[in-house]
């Protein structure tokens, strides 16, 4: 994903400038000066058609057609282009355009224009798109009209040629009704084009800024918007925002920016602030009657209440069993640590793999057998192992392999078992002979007989392992440690999760 789509706005000049290059400079202006006011990273978008060739020569002067006749009354020349294109530069924002033909794409080119948008209209014209591909230049393709099956051909052909790209969700009415925006459509698409950019076109009322933070809200990362500037002498259409719109449109997208982004990466962030209040009114644990050091307690001996003291264990935390370290009397707050067991370890390390497992979308079924391969012992299995789940082991074998974030399997090899893995979620490097090979969702890597190999997650992953039969003692480690081990002693395998 090409990092000048993150978090990107787009001032849509279309044919706002009217025709008159001063007042086009104006506006570029006035964009500047908000882009200037939030540090956004922002582009002015202009739009290119080669009106000689674009236009029959018999409807060049129809007043009857839609469009044309305002297209021939805001025409400029390349060079008046140009010096848009020079103020759009001067302004310290990203130039970008939209061709509808092929010598508008030549004209990107020859200005250096940073990105070209692909307009509604122009998403199936597949001459454009085999020239606009062919550019080099990161591309913006709009989809407004376009049904699923529509989108899918063109990321296919993107994708296939190679270009750097991203959607926008768009609803091409001039102004759009609120209740035609369909904005859940943009989770469907982040479901489905995960390795690609996706933005929102609008075209609803100027005024209605709560449609540019719902977008965010949906994971939109770039926002356009058409823009002018009203003068005595022009007026504005109905969906263009003038600059005091455009501003509040740039604050309330940047405020649900700031309300939207999770604060750490791969978890979500908890304040100190929210632990105090959750704590002040979380229940502590006391005791019933007086009780020995070296007693063991159960949920008969205790009592649940507010205030939870500073260390005092609380409910969530007491279990059955518990051994006291001294003597307590009758309503006395319970001070004693709860031991870590290794059904309590493997037990959370479950929880995790199914959490990744549901955040990638993958579907186990009933069937299947779950080994926790922990090679230095429970304690240190975030440390060092990994999640085998076996799904069939015939002459072939399938297993998924969950890596926890942070996790390392260490270096081992196989005398009689070739595999292959295809990496399905997360990222994932494998060191295979030495040589390190960073993998991400869709590579693949085999591994031959006697090949020295280990693995690790930053992220944590989630990997199909396709093999001959799997062989038990089929396994040879590098460190003596585990080589020594029985493998159930490096094992615990689980028939239900």
Not at 78 to 92: A, K
Not at 170 to 194: K, T
Not at 330 to 335: C, P
Not at 442 to 454: E, F, I, N, P, S
Request: proline content about 3%; some cysteine; glycine content about 6%.
């Amino acid at each position: 994903m090409n990092k000048i789509f993150n978090d990107l706005f787009i001032f849509e000049m279309a044919n706002s400038h009217q025709g008159d290059i001063e007042h086009g400079k104006d506006i570029i202006h006035e964009m500047g000066k908000i882009a200037r006011k939030y540090n956004i990273r922002a582009a002015v978008k202009l739009q290119y058609r080669n009106l000689d060739n674009f236009i029959h020569p018999d409807y060049k002067d129809r007043t009857d057609v839609p469009h044309i006749p305002r297209f021939m009354s805001t025409r400029l020349t390349y060079e008046q282009f140009t010096e848009l294109v020079d103020t759009i530069r001067e302004e310290r924002l990203i130039s970008m355009s939209t061709p509808f033909d092929e010598d508008g794409v030549d004209w990107c080119m020859d200005q250096g224009i940073e990105i070209i948008k692909i307009a509604s209209c122009s998403a199936l014209d597949w001459p454009l798109l085999e020239k606009v591909s062919r550019t080099g230049k990161p591309l913006i393709i709009s989809t407004g009209g376009k049904t699923l099956s529509d989108i899918d051909k063109l990321y296919n052909f993107f994708t296939h040629k190679r270009c750097d790209f991203a959607f926008l969700h768009c609803v091409a009415e001039y102004p759009a009704p609120s209740d035609h925006l369909q904005l859940d459509f943009i989770d469907r698409m982040n479901r489905r084009y995960r390795d690609v950019i996706i933005g929102y076109s609008g075209h609803e009322d100027p005024n209605d800024n709560t449609v540019a933070m719902l977008a965010v809200a949906k994971g939109a990362k770039i926002l356009e918007r058409h823009v002018a500037l009203p003068t005595e002498k022009y007026s504005i259409n109905a969906y263009s925002m003038t600059p005091e719109q455009a501003d509040k449109w740039v604050e309330a997208a940047e405020k649900a920016r700031v309300i939207c982004t999770t604060k750490k990466e791969n978890d979500k962030y908890v304040s100190q602030a929210e632990i105090d209040s959750l704590n002040s009114l979380m229940r502590g644990v006391y005791l019933k009657h007086d009780v020995k050091e070296g007693e063991f307690i159960g949920p008969e001996d205790v009592y649940f209440a507010m205030p939870c003291q500073d260390k005092q264990m609380n409910s969530g935390e007491f279990g059955d069993g518990i051994e006291l370290t001294r003597d307590y009397a009758k309503d006395e707050a319970l001070f004693e640590k709860r031991h870590i067991t290794a059904t309590k370890l493997a037990r959370s390390v479950i929880h995790d793999a199914k959490g990744m497992l549901y955040e990638a979308g993958i579907v186990l079924g009933s069937d299947f057998e779950v080994e926790l391969s922990h090679h230095y012992g429970m304690r240190n299995f975030r440390q060092t192992g990994a999640i085998i789940v076996s799904v069939i082991n015939r002459e072939y074998c399938k297993k998924l392999i969950i890596v926890l974030p942070g996790q390392k399997h260490p270096v081992h090899m196989h005398k009689i078992k070739e595999e292959t893995f295809q990496v399905l979620y997360g990222d994932l490097e494998v060191n295979l002979d030495g040589e390190e090979y960073n993998l991400v969702a869709g590579d693949v890597q085999t591994v031959l007989r006697g090949q020295k190999h280990a693995f690790t997650s930053r992220g944590g992953a989630i990997f199909e392992e396709v093999s001959t039969t799997h062989i038990r003692n089929d396994s040879y480690y590098e460190d003596e440690k585990i080589e020594k081990l029985d493998p159930m002693e490096r094992k615990t395998v689980l028939r239900k999760w």
